[in-house]
């Protein structure tokens, strides 16, 4: 039988699943004012890059990207655009996301989007643009596609399916459009002007977990293909890994085609306090946080000063942050589970121990000779001793370095990795 204060943990660890809060009910419950100054600036920048302009959106990953994003079409349908918000994982297997499946991908959303809205688009046009989904390069998957269509099935989860599922069918996309993607973008811009014709709205695509492909993936769509990528005369937002715009020629790319904007990581001491024994954290900051977490924990079940220690072993990470309290709260469980007859455990400095142990392990596992010397330069400099390098964007992109701003940018190591350092008297 479960005691009442396992089953306060179960739940406590399923509230800090709700990253990025979509539901209304987890907005209502959850939401604590985040990273408004960076929501209004994307809003702005999509207000003014004209109709057909293209925003990146930039961040550690885990830093709240995603909760910000979800809260942007509601404030852009505002301002009177129709906007299609989807995450690139539930449109194609993540191992195999290029710039030819993401523009697949947009025509596809649009459409359906148009459709299940019951906007007024002339069945002729409908009925060309369904018919352009079938269109391939092999014509026994054309006959495949046709008789799948004439059956009736919904054709938005019929293709989403097969994008997601099916490596042949992503690789006839490919052969088909990969010489000739002007034809994609071509029927995107098809898609957005009968929507604009139809509720005179401009169409606003919101990309979101471009972020989470792998480096070498990320630098294939928006470094080589870039062009390709931004062809369509629609707003884009995307996302992309905050170690990819580290790289100058991608950054230079993006920067002469789109608005780039930096969710920057929460800082909790200014550059020149960070080492400092007696340092004392920006008030502000770190309440932000502990707000997120007392939304999620009840005051029983962990200690009082415990939650600003989570918070700052987070390094300011909303990722980590939900990280550290999910380790503790596994903790709690595994403790309730081997002493049953406990009945008043809750996350305190015992707890905390074993949750840091096992982060600080899983971090420590993967560190090579090489880059214990770049972490210790980097933090005795606040700086990378070579910035461009693929050792160091693998540590910006693994979280194992964190990146902020005063007036110039500045680097520092996560709490957890500074501690690895110690522990071997690196630093």
């Not at 973008?185 to 972020?211: G, N, P």
Request: glycine share 4%.
């Amino acid at each position: 039988m479960v005691s009442d204060r396992y089953a306060e943990f179960i739940t406590v660890s399923r509230n800090l699943e709700n990253f990025p809060l979509l539901a209304a009910e987890d907005i209502e419950r959850f939401r604590v004012p985040y990273g408004q100054r960076v929501l209004a600036r994307l809003r702005g920048d999509i207000l003014s890059v004209g109709d057909a302009g293209k925003v990146i959106f930039t961040g550690h990953r885990g830093c709240g990207k995603s909760t910000l994003l979800a809260q942007l079409p509601r404030l852009m349908r505002e301002d009177d655009l129709f906007v299609s918000f989807f995450s690139i994982a539930d449109m194609v297997e993540m191992s195999d996301v290029n710039h030819i499946n993401i523009l697949y991908a947009i025509a596809l959303k649009l459409l359906s989007q148009a459709t299940k809205q019951r906007i007024p688009i002339t069945e002729n046009t409908k009925n060309t643009l369904i018919n352009w989904f079938t269109q391939t390069k092999s014509r026994t998957y054309i006959d495949q596609l046709n008789q799948a269509m004439s059956a009736g099935i919904d054709f938005f989860n019929f293709f989403t399916g097969k994008l997601q599922k099916e490596s042949v069918f992503r690789e006839e996309i490919k052969e088909t459009y990969e010489r000739s993607v002007s034809d994609l973008s071509r029927q995107i811009d098809l898609i957005a002007a009968a929507i604009f014709s139809a509720t005179r709205k401009k169409v606003l695509v919101i990309i979101d977990d471009l972020d989470k492909l792998d480096l070498p993936v990320v630098r294939s769509i928006f470094q080589e293909n870039v062009n390709a990528l931004f062809s369509p005369n629609v707003r884009v937002v995307f996302t992309i890994p905050i170690s990819v715009i580290r790289e100058p020629q991608i950054y230079a790319a993006l920067a002469a085609r789109s608005n780039v904007i930096l969710l920057p990581v929460m800082k909790f001491f200014p550059k020149e306090k960070a080492h400092q024994t007696e340092r004392v954290p920006i008030q502000s900051n770190v309440e932000m946080l502990e707000r997120i977490l007392e939304k999620r924990i009840p005051a029983h079940l962990i200690e009082p000063d415990m939650v600003r220690q989570i918070v700052l072993l987070s390094g300011g990470v909303l990722r980590e942050l939900v990280r550290l309290c999910r380790e503790c709260c596994r903790e709690c469980l595994l403790v309730i589970d081997l002493e049953p007859e406990t009945t008043d455990v809750k996350i305190n400095d015992d707890i905390l121990t074993e949750a840091v142990k096992s982060l600080r392990n899983q971090y420590a596992r993967p560190i090579g000779t090489n880059r214990y010397a770049m972490l210790a330069q980097t933090y005795e400099n606040f700086a990378p001793p070579d910035a461009e390098s693929e050792e160091f964007l693998e540590l910006l992109h693994g979280l194992y370095v964190l990146e902020y701003e005063n007036a110039d940018l500045w680097y520092d190591l996560h709490p957890l990795v500074a501690d690895i350092l110690r522990r071997k008297q690196l630093i």
